[in-house]
């Protein structure tokens, strides 16, 4: 069987702040339809990395390609259009906007991509429907609870249906049996073909959900292994 | 756009509190920016704007009626050099009474059909025009109050005509005449003059040189001696320029407070909704924003309510400032008739407004869009490590633990404190000068109506006349008439009556200046009057005068000097001993010195005993006979500062609520940024009365630092204006006029900054108070 496009490809990447290094000279490839979990103690890079990836930050040195783009040789426009139709996002603390119902908050990926308004809402609802939390749709974030509000999170970065899915501790503020809600969802996005990147401190999380994964220490991989 | 207009949308209706706040602080800025500079524009140069609008007259000749014909004064209108002109119009001079007399002497009625013309167009602001016989329209510069229009209907006695009824107030800008009749009605009443109103080409009437060589061509070919008097506009146009001035100085610290003010808090509202919003640019940047949409989302939150407020603020600016002009047009006569705001002013405010807080708002939104998503994800709150050295310091201090966490918390967010500060430092600014400048006006009245030595008055008006008379007046019926010593005994006989001094009108030419000026020739316990002194002393007997200012200015006279006066065609040579605080230019004389002068309706001036009250005084007067005595208390209101006043008074409190709520604003950013920390305290034993405590304690110590900062501004400020203010009056101030402020006031003004920032942040330290620990300690 043929291998599986490369999605993700850092190559030599350092990272520093300052006097600190955060990633020594990592390279690492995520191949499409994997789901990677980064596992290591605070301050091993992990987050870093996820950045990286995401667009959000930039490398010392080495490249970072994501989708056969080079991310540093983009400016900050094109980087978000990048993370528009290339990535979604699932964060710990879920990252919703207050203001925003939770419908809303879906769609605004979808709107920023110029999805009309009907389609958008439609498949915003479908995703919402799929997560079970169909029947929310109208509540803003502080009604919602842990859960929901990570399942509103998890829909709206699958909103545009992105090649690759980042996920930053996505089951840290979450209380075991939610969490284990959400590693189910992403079992079954990643069954269904859709990449996971997962960064995580939750050992359960990286065996049920991560075809492989990557343990950093001190800004560098320490150890693969495939579970 | 769509993306960035839904979160912009979203985040307006959401954030009800900021909205309503930015949109009430533009509201308030909008509106008081609108009424200073659209009143400082009415002031600035009104009489050159009204005297085009009415094509006011650049000369006036009086022809003598005896010497020249009608149709010869029309033909001067072909001179050379004229450019329009209206006339010939009667004239005549009369005394209108109703037992009242209305103007301090006689009034200048000229015979006019018509209210238009080639020059001097008049503009009726009440009634309509004199079109029959008995009708009389009287000018606005007499000054009729805050309601001219009370005037239309009465009935006045004319010699030659009997009686004229008021039917309409009328504006001249020239000030060609007191009042206009028919002119077949002014022939009845005894015309003595035929008066010619003449406009030139602007610029060969400039100066006084100019307007000589354009009379000299007008009269050029007129019998010498028919040239009864002449007038030119640069002495209306010089009084305009100086009452302007009295308006136009405070209004301009006015506009300017209004508009820093106006900077200083939208530009920490917005500084502070962006920083309040810090995590949500990086939520936006990490699901696809781009830095411009960034920007455009909080450039958009700002500019909506925003330009809800101006348009509002404009609405509400336009409805104060036409109901001050208009409160001005009935009070002070120089300025233009339009009492609606120029529409171009009105636009201009309406573009420069949202454009002020849109640049105001591009700095921290432009910060917004560069922020990385990165940092602002993993920003905490609020900064922590600024000012940990007061916190230390006032940690150790014995200060009660709300009181000294509440103090050090002005020291993280400097830039916001320091904003803060200054609006503080404003709104006490203008409260110490609100206070300084309204108890400087009352000394100045106080002064003028002498209220603790003058508390009744008495006239004895001629035969006929209204049986009512209006506010505290009282009239005894009218049976046996008395004569003037007849008067003055009974009312020295009164129970209560201290002293009585009698004040005779007239009127007199001086040497030097070219209108007559007014005659107070008193008889009696003159020394009484209480007037002020600003140099000299008063009258003792004949042969004296004391006079105001203007009349120094205008002869070049010192104290010292003699003063040839001309009274009913007689010289008159009196000393000056004094100059009288006031605002005209009068003449006080002891009645010794012009005994010879007819006595028109001499006014009794009564000091009452201590433990007389002025209305039994006048009710005794009332009671005491059948002459038709009127027993009235003088007018306590002497000088135009009502509508000032009331002026001041709005702006101030527009200022107020602005500073106030740019105080209560950032109290409100502070307890939100620091909800965790509150949290905390309360977690581990903090009441919500103490954290009530430190939200207060955090502003007012804010406050006590405007307070001291902003008094000697406000202090600075009136003493500037109020003498501004005296010198557009063109009188010198007593010193009790000008420092006003007292020490107990001074450290009760001190407290104003106290007041403004406690008063502000009552409503955010309920907030505070009521947060629920276990909510914030889950959600942050």
């Known amino acids: 069987m043929a291998e599986a496009e490369v999605l993700v490809q850092l190559s030599a990447v350092y990272k520093r702040y300052g006097e600190t290094v955060a990633l020594d000279g990592v390279d690492l490839t995520v191949r499409q339809g994997e789901s990677v979990a980064v596992m290591g103690p605070s301050g091993s890079g992990k987050s870093t990395l996820l950045n990286l990836v995401a667009g959000l930050d930039r490398p010392t040195s080495g490249t970072v390609t994501v989708h056969g783009e080079e991310l540093s040789a983009l400016g900050e426009g094109a ?25 809303d908050n879906v769609m605004l990926s979808a709107r920023l991509v110029g999805t009309p308004h009907k389609q958008a809402r439609a498949r915003a609802l479908g995703l919402l429907e799929e997560l079970g939390i169909a029947a929310r749709k109208d509540a803003y974030p502080s009604q919602l609870s842990g859960g929901e509000r990570q399942r509103a999170g998890v829909a709206r970065a699958l909103m545009n249906r992105p090649a690759l899915l980042l996920a930053d501790e996505p089951t840290g503020a979450l209380d075991s049996r939610t969490g284990e809600q959400v590693m189910d969802l992403l079992l079954d996005l990643n069954q269904i073909g859709q990449t996971l990147l997962i960064v995580t401190h939750d050992q359960r999380l990286a065996e049920r959900c991560a075809s492989r994964v990557i343990n950093f220490e001190d800004g560098k991989v320490s150890e693969l292994e495939s579970v | 756009m769509g993306a960035t207009w839904s979160i912009a949308r979203a985040a307006v209706r959401r954030r009800r509190g900021q909205t309503v706040l930015i949109g009430v602080i533009v509201t308030l800025c909008t509106a008081a920016l609108l009424i200073g500079i659209a009143l400082l524009a009415a002031v600035t140069g009104p009489f050159d704007r009204t005297f085009a609008q009415l094509h006011g007259a650049h000369a006036t000749v009086l022809y003598d009626s005896t010497k020249i014909t009608d149709d010869r004064v029309g033909a001067t209108a072909q001179a050379d050099g004229v450019v329009a002109a209206s006339g010939p119009f009667p004239m005549a001079s ?291 490590g600024r000012g940990r050295a007061v916190q230390r310091l006032l940690s150790r201090s014995r200060l009660p633990r709300a009181v000294s966490l509440g103090l050090a918390l002005p020291v993280v967010r400097p830039a916001r404190t320091l904003l803060t500060l200054l609006a503080v430092v404003l709104g006490s600014a203008t409260v110490v000068f609100s206070i300084g400048l309204t108890e400087s006006a009352g000394r100045w009245n106080d002064a003028l109506v002498r209220a603790d030595h003058v508390q009744v008055q008495v006239m004895n008006p001629p035969p006929g006349g209204p049986t009512e008379v209006e506010g505290e007046a009282r009239r005894q019926p009218e049976g046996t008439r008395m004569t003037d010593p007849e008067v003055e005994a009974f009312v020295r006989g009164i129970p209560g009556a201290r002293y009585v001094t009698t004040l005779f009108y007239g009127d007199a030419a001086v040497a030097g200046i070219t209108e007559n000026v007014d005659l107070n020739a008193y008889r009696g316990d003159s020394a009484q009057l209480g007037y002020e002194i600003l140099e000299g002393r008063w009258i003792s007997g004949a042969g004296e005068a004391a006079v105001g200012a203007e009349v120094l200015r205008l002869t070049g006279k010192s104290i010292g000097d003699s003063l040839t006066l001309t009274v009913e065609g007689r010289t008159v040579v009196v000393r000056i001993v004094g100059e009288i605080f006031g605002v005209h230019s009068e003449v006080y004389l002891d009645w010794a010195s012009v005994s010879f002068m007819e006595p028109r309706m001499p006014v009794y001036f009564v000091g009452l005993s201590p433990g007389t009250t002025a209305d039994r005084f006048i009710e005794q007067v009332a009671g005491g006979g059948d002459a038709g005595l009127i027993a009235t208390t003088p007018d306590d209101d002497e000088i135009d500062m009502a509508v000032l006043l009331s002026v001041v008074g709005a702006l101030t409190a527009a200022l107020l609520v602005v500073a106030g709520l740019g105080v209560a604003h950032t109290a409100v950013l502070n307890t939100r940024e620091r909800r965790r920390d509150l949290a905390i305290v309360k977690s581990v034993g903090m009441t919500p009365a103490q954290a009530a405590v430190m939200v207060v304690t955090s502003m007012a110590a804010l406050g006590i630092l405007g307070g001291v900062l902003g008094l000697p501004g406000g202090v600075a400020a009136q003493r500037q204006i109020i003498q501004l203010i005296g010198e557009a009056a063109g009188t010198r101030l007593p010193q009790g006029i000008v420092d006003v402020y007292t020490a107990p006031q001074l450290a009760v003004l001190l407290l104003s900054g106290v007041l403004i920032a406690v008063l502000s942040a009552l409503l955010p330290a309920r907030q505070a108070a009521r947060i629920s620990t276990a909510e914030a300690l889950h959600t942050e």
């Open chain 1, 79 to 103: 980087l978000a259009r990048y993370r528009r139709r290339r990535i979604g996002m699932v964060f710990q603390f879920f990252h919703l906007l207050d203001d925003l119902p939770v419908l």
């Open chain 2, 94 to 384: 009369a005394q209108l009474q109703n037992g009242m007399q209305m103007g301090a002497g006689p009034m200048r009625i000229a015979g006019r059909a018509e209210p238009g013309g080639g020059a001097d167009q008049l503009r009726l602001t009440h009634g309509r025009w004199a079109t029959a016989t008995g009708e009389i329209v009287v000018g606005t510069h007499l000054r009729w109050g805050p309601d001219p229009g009370r005037i239309l209907g009465r009935t006045y006695t004319l010699p030659n005509l009997g009686t004229a009824t008021v039917v309409g107030v009328a504006y001249s800008v020239t000030q060609s005449a007191d009042a206009w009749m028919r002119p077949d009605d002014v022939r009845r009443i005894g015309a003595t003059s035929t008066q010619m109103l003449y406009r030139f080409a602007p610029e060969s009437a400039a100066t006084a040189a100019h307007l000589e060589q354009r009379l000299a061509a007008v009269t050029a070919g007129v019998p010498t001696d028919a040239v009864a008097g002449t007038g030119d506009y640069l002495t209306n146009r010089e009084r305009a320029g100086q009452r302007a001035k009295t308006l136009s100085s405070f209004l301009t610290v006015f506009a300017v407070l209004s508009l820093i003010v106006a900077v200083l808090v939208i530009g920490n509202v917005v500084s502070g909704a962006v920083i309040a919003g810090y995590r949500s640019i990086g939520v936006l940047k990490a699901i696809g924003f781009t830095p411009g949409q960034v920007t455009a989302v909080y450039l958009l939150m700002m500019t909506g309510p925003a330009l809800i407020g101006c348009a509002v603020g404009a609405v509400l600016g336009n409805l104060g400032t036409s109901w001050l002009l208009e409160q001005f047009q009935n009070n002070v006569y120089v300025l233009g008739l339009d009492t609606t705001p120029s529409p171009v002013l009105t636009v201009a405010v309406l573009v420069a407004v949202p454009v002020l807080v849109a640049v105001t708002a591009l700095v921290p939104a432009l910060r917004a869009g560069r922020t990385t998503a990165t940092a602002a994800l993993s920003a905490v709150a609020s900064p922590t």
